[in-house]
């Protein structure tokens, strides 16, 4: 057909089009598929005939919008061979809202039986609250079965039996790969028949789960809600889609319904809506009988699932208060609320997709929350595995990942593998290996080389994709992500439609109501596009594009759900463009000089460049990471890197394996170490992958219940290559044996490490003992903390054994939930001994080379007698113990007498602490009787009040200068003095005994002064606080004259503070401070014989004339020289005169101190003469205190 003929009309210019479109049915299916969303292409009453079936596709395009129209014929005119004269009068003709042709004007025009089935779709009758219509249970069913079928049916059609897009391959669109889903928290157990583990939440956080396991919890009442949380491109509505196919395929055969709303949509949707309303006027009518179908539906509640994909999308939170009318009509939002509080449908099955953040206050408290982690590696592998079907292209796809890492980190998100992978498509054929990797360093970078490989030729239109980013960028900025006809020009949507940038489906703004709704293929598309039109338009100017340059301000996790559209990764892709790598795309793209080019770019790098010197919160500066690492720039890195911290910390924010290889990026760019710091943080379990080969980290902690064994694995992966890493710290998981496994076999390469913590893991004995047997392979290990896990006391002993054997651990303390061994690597004297001979001859250095002094501290650790046991056997064969604290254990009697009698075979140096161990007084004398021969033992003390027995030891007896034991607030009486004294006996250079607060009485210390002189030379005995009387005084009194060692005798009757001593120092101290010089006193004793003087010194005490005259009558049998001290508030003059009758009687008194608060003036004569007539005998110091 010649160009004369075409322009004899329209209806020729119609038959052109309608023989050209029969040549390319497939292709006319698909647009009409994208312009009419919802309209069965393959229904059983369409036309046979190819030509009729094409023309009853072009009358529903033209009838669906003169708009939507137009942008078809610039589709037929861009993606189709057509002449260039007949694009022109196609253009000119329908391209701008022309007529149709007679003959499709006659078509519209038939009756409404001839035209053909219009899809699965009824015309709309409303579904609202009215009556029901009393049914019959056989009717019902009918029903009910037809409109499953009708279902299944839509969900096949809609989900499955789609063809791929324009610009889409088939392998992009059957591609499908499971991601990594990870349970956060759950309240109901699961089934164990369907492969998972039951148990509480607890047990199944982190457990890895399938596509399956999401529905399968065991209660059968009550509302079963689960929300999928994922980042953006990790695959939510993939996912939701997926299970539509799946259970249309019949997998998964626990429902008979499924129902899948996307809230994007549902946000369009203004009017309220009762549930009715939502499932057959928005998803899909019945054929028949609604009312019957939905009772069947409430009646059978528990086999029905409903998806709600994008609850981060909610744009109308609405009202917390509930209507009284739980079947009232509401909003979309309060819908989904009611089915999740089980007010509607009460049994049914509810799943949401949402991005990480804080969740709606509408989600019942019950919620079962799943982590989407996107891919690992297999997980990638497979996935271009299974997108490249040719064999040697799918090899060269995989060399291609295997040898960048950027781009491999690039397609652990799911979103990008994809994008990666239609590159690749693109760019493998006719290169060599490493150049198709070489074209997409960075994101920005690959979503220019996808743009460019789904054009025909390369060859981009400019205004057409500028017009593309308008519009996407103008959706970022009101929130839109669904666009109508209206909002597209018709040659911009013609150009995305021939890319595949967009998709269709159909939109409810109401009941009865439907239009066709666009949206990109994804939301960073969208991101992208309007990066490329803010940094490629003239209509925006620098100042505007550098204030896009913004970083997230907020933990979403702590303050909301939802962050902007321009939040997302606008500032990334900005970051991108400004690369010098984008230059030549962008220059075309905007029409403009390359100097103005340059100026765009130029200003997002200093707006970068302001943020690097920042003190930045963790998710900006893991944003900024992302956007520095964009930029190619390695002046930038290096700017962020240096100005990082020497700590730096991230706290309860997600991080993906994406946000640690952009860390890790900057991190090769600094120069001193660093210390990183996770805690809190939901961690993607493959993510420690990402730090390989990063030398700067010294210190590495991770504190979150997120990590599990996947985690450890992807840890010890990367552990090895990390040569500065002297700390590591892997808390609060929930790591098991499998995990450890991994680990244990990658610490051995890391000899650096100096430190390793593994707290609060619920490690249980096995795992335990497996990282305490590599301890040999870490030379410059220095500490291992393996807190607050599950350990036996079988376990213990085993860690106690290795403790002993091992020579370079120092001490291990184990206390309740504490268990940490603290090591000392060889020393440089060990080193040297080992290489030179000559010193191997210095014995004094190889003595101090070979020495070594463990310290062992088990305390808490409910160990028994027969534990001890075994733990006596191990120390007897084991170094050196500087301390031993077996405190707050069940040894009880038995068992410390067993630790006290091993005492002086166990070379303890220091200490050893048997306190809190249930010990009686009886068990006391025992554990007194088994230490009375240790000739270290320095100190004893035991006070079962206080549940204290710690025995203290010197280092070598000859460096000792005594023993001394206290036993104090023990509750000994006089019954017990005899068996102590007994086991007090013999001790050796006992030279302090301290009985203080026990309840010895006046009999118990007369007998005590009886025992006495079988005690040995003591320098000090406290009988403090034992309730004594002045009675006790005589009998003590008495011990100057029967114990040779006794110099001094304190009581203080109000204080009870009684104490012997043996030692003269302190015999001229009083209460506060020494006595005042006297000078004749002094002048006197210098004629005295050299012996040193008795001292008896008595406080606060009544002393009644009776009493006086005792204690005179006992002090006469004392040897001397004597010295007296009476401290007395009030003394009687009959007092007096009974002292001074029994004066003359005490011939051995070299002092007597007298201090009273008054004294009459008469005896103060007394006084006098008395003075005169022992002058040269003895000297009287009189204090009167007024």
């Known amino acids: 057909m010649d160009s004369i003929s075409l322009q004899l009309g329209t209806k020729n210019l119609w038959g052109w089009l309608v023989r050209l479109l029969c040549k390319h049915s497939e292709w006319l299916s698909a647009k009409v598929k994208f312009f009419l969303p919802n309209m069965d292409v393959g229904a059983r009453n369409e036309a046979s005939d190819p030509t009729q079936r094409v023309v009853l596709q072009l009358r529903k395009l033209h009838t669906q919008s003169q708009i939507t129209w137009q942008a078809f014929i610039h589709c037929v005119c861009m993606e189709l061979d057509v002449p260039l004269d007949l694009e022109v009068l196609l253009l ?34 409303s579904c609202g609250s009215s009556p029901r219509p009393k049914q019959c249970r056989k009717q019902q069913r009918e029903l009910a079965k037809r409109y499953l079928q009708l279902l299944r049916t839509f969900a096949q059609q809609r989900y499955d039996s789609r063809s791929p897009g324009p610009g889409q391959s088939v392998a992009c669109h059957r591609t499908y790969i499971p991601p990594i889903l ?30 399956r396991d999401l529905f399968s919890a065991k209660a059968n009442k009550g509302p079963r809600v689960t929300v999928l949380l994922g980042k953006a491109g990790m695959g939510k509505t993939t996912l939701a889609h997926r299970l539509c196919q799946e259970w249309a395929d019949g997998q998964l055969e626990r429902f008979q319904a499924l129902f899948l709303f996307e809230f994007r949509q549902l946000n369009l949707i203004t009017n309220f809506l009762t549930l009715p309303q939502l499932l057959f006027d928005l998803y899909l009518r019945p054929e028949a009988g609604p009312e019957a179908v939905f009772q069947y539906l409430e009646e059978n509640a528990n086999k029905i699932l409903l998806i709600f994909d994008g609850l981060d999308e909610v744009l109308h939170p609405g009202s917390s208060k509930e209507a009284a009318d739980p079947e009232a009509s509401a909003s979309a939002l309060t819908l989904f609320s009611r089915l999740c509080h089980g007010t509607l449908l009460p049994g049914c099955w509810v799943m949401a997709t949402s991005r990480p953040g804080k969740l709606p206050a509408c989600l019942p408290t019950e919620v079962v929350t799943v982590s989407m982690w996107g891919f690992d590696g297999p997980r990638v592998e497979a996935y271009v595995s299974r997108f490249f079907s040719d064999q040697p292209v799918q ?102 439609a021939a890319l595949g940038l967009l998709t269709s489906f159909c939109v409810y703004t109401e009941p009865g109501h439907q239009e066709t709704g666009y949206v990109f293929t994804h939301l960073s598309l969208q991101q992208f596009l309007a990066a490329l039109h803010l940094m490629a338009s003239p209509k925006v100017d620098r100042e505007t594009l550098a204030q896009h340059v913004t970083l997230k301000s907020r933990w979403v996790l702590r303050t909301k759900a939802r962050l902007g559209l321009l939040d997302h990764h606008l500032p990334t892709f900005l970051a991108g463009l400004a690369s010098c790598a984008c230059h030549p795309f962008l220059t075309p793209l905007a029409q403009q000089e390359e100097v103005w080019v340059r100026a765009r770019q130029a200003a997002v790098m200093q707006a970068l460049e302001k943020l690097a010197t920042r003190k930045l919160t963790g998710p900006k500066l893991i944003e900024l990471c992302h956007c520095v690492a964009e930029t190619q720039k390695p002046e930038l890195a290096s700017l ?65 219940r997120k990590c599990g064994d996947a985690f450890a694995e992807a840890l010890s992966r990367s552990l090895p290559t990390m040569g500065s890493l002297k700390k590591l710290g892997l808390s609060g998981s929930r790591i098991t044996a499998r995990g450890i496994s991994h680990l244990v076999q990658a610490l051995p390469l890391c000899p650096q490490l100096e430190e390793v913590s593994f707290q609060d893991n619920q490690l249980k004995d096995g795992e335990v003992l497996n990282i305490v047997e590599i301890l040999p392979r870490l030379p410059q290990l220095r500490m291992l903390d393996l807190s607050r896990n599950s350990v036996s006391v079988s376990t213990l002993l085993s860690l106690t054994k290795v403790a002993v054997t091992y020579p370079t651990i120092r001490k291990l303390q184990v ?75 069940q040894l009880e009697d038995e068992g410390c007498q067993l630790v006290a009698e091993a005492a002086p075979q166990l070379h303890i140096a220091r200490k050893l602490d048997l306190s809190d ?30 549940k204290t027995m710690v025995l203290m030891f010197a280092p070598e007896p000859e460096e000792q200068e005594g023993i001394q034991k206290r036993l104090t607030h023990c509750g000994l009486q006089a019954q017990h003095l005899e ?12 030279t302090y005994l301290d009985l203080s607060g026990n309840a010895l009485g006046d009999e118990g210390v007369a007998l005590l002064a009886q025992l006495l002189p079988g005690l040995g030379a003591l320098q000090l005995l406290n009988l403090s606080e034992n309730g004594l009387s ?109 002292l001074l009758r029994h004066l003359p009687r005490l011939p051995q008194l070299s002092l007597l101190h007298l201090q009273c608060t008054a004294m009459d003036q008469a005896l103060l004569g007394h006084w006098r003469h008395a003075d005169r007539k022992k002058k040269n005998q003895v000297l009287v110091f009189l204090e009167l205190t007024l």
């Open 92 to 125: 000119s003709t329908w391209g701008h809202g022309e007529g149709l042709p007679s003959q499709l004007e006659a078509d519209e025009e038939r009756p409404p039986e001839s035209q053909p089935h219009s899809g699965l779709k009824r015309p709309h009758q």
């Open 182 to 211: 990870q349970w956060n928290r759950a309240s109901v157990p699961f089934d164990t028949q369907e492969g998972t583990v039951a148990g509480g939440p607890k047990a199944e956080d982190g457990t890895d789960v399938s596509i």
């Open 395 to 496: 090899e060269a796809a995989l060399a291609e990942l295997r040898a960048s890492r950027h781009l491999w980190s690039m397609c652990v998100v799911p979103a990008l593998c994809q994008v990666a992978c239609l590159c690749l498509h693109h760019l493998l054929p006719g290169r060599s290996p490493g150049q198709s990797a070489a074209l997409l360093p960075t994101v920005t970078q690959s979503y220019m080389q996808m743009v460019l490989s789904l054009s025909p030729q390369g060859l981009l239109p400019a205004e057409s994709l500028m017009g593309l980013g308008e519009v996407a960028l103008r959706g970022l900025e009101t929130g839109k992500v669904v666009f109508t006809a209206g909002d597209i020009p018709p040659p911009t949507m013609a150009f995305a």
């Open 640 to 704: 962020v890197a240096q100005s990082l911290p020497h700590h730096l910390s991230f706290r309860n924010f997600l991080l993906t394996y994406a946000d640690l290889a952009a860390l890790t990026n900057i991190l090769g760019h600094r120069d001193a170490p660093i210390h990183l710091d996770f805690e809190g943080c939901p961690l993607e379990p493959h993510c420690p992958e990402a730090l390989a080969g990063c030398g700067q980290v010294e210190n590495l902690s991770f504190k979150s």
């Open 815 to 889: 206390r309740e939930t504490d268990l940490v061994f603290l090591l000392s690597p060889p020393t440089e004297t060990t080193t040297e001994l080992q290489r030179d001979p000559d010193l191997q001859e210095n014995a004094s250095l190889r003595k101090e080379a070979q020495r070594r002094s463990l310290e062992l501290r088990l305390q808490k650790c409910q160990l028994r007698v027969y534990d001890v046991k075994l733990l006596l056997a191990q120390l007897r064969k084991g170094p050196q113990l500087d301390e031993v604290d077996l405190s707050g254990n």
């Open 917 to 946: 161990n249930g010990l009686s007084v009886a068990g006391m004398q025992r554990v007194l009787s088994a230490v009375r021969t240790c000739r270290t033992l320095a100190e004893l003390h035991i006070s079962l009040l206080h």
């Open 979 to 990: 068996q102590l004294c007994k086991a007090l006996g013999g001790s050796c250079h006992l």
């Open 1030 to 1138: 002045l009675d006790a005084v005589f009998s003590l009194t008495q011990c100057f004259s029967t114990v040779q060692w006794l110099q001094r005798l304190d009581f203080s009757s109000e204080s009870q503070h009684v104490i012997l001593r043996g030692d003269s120092r302190g015999r001229h101290l009083l209460a506060g401070g020494s006595l005042p010089e006297f000078q004749a006193g002094a002048q006197f004793l210098g004629f005295r014989q050299r012996r040193i003087p008795r001292s008896f010194c008595l406080k606060e005490c009544q002393l009644e004339p009776p009493s006086l005259s005792r204690l005179c009558e006992t002090l006469e049998k004392c040897p001397g020289p004597l010295e007296v001290e009476l401290f007395c508030k009030v003394l009687s003059d009959q007092s007096l005169e009974t």
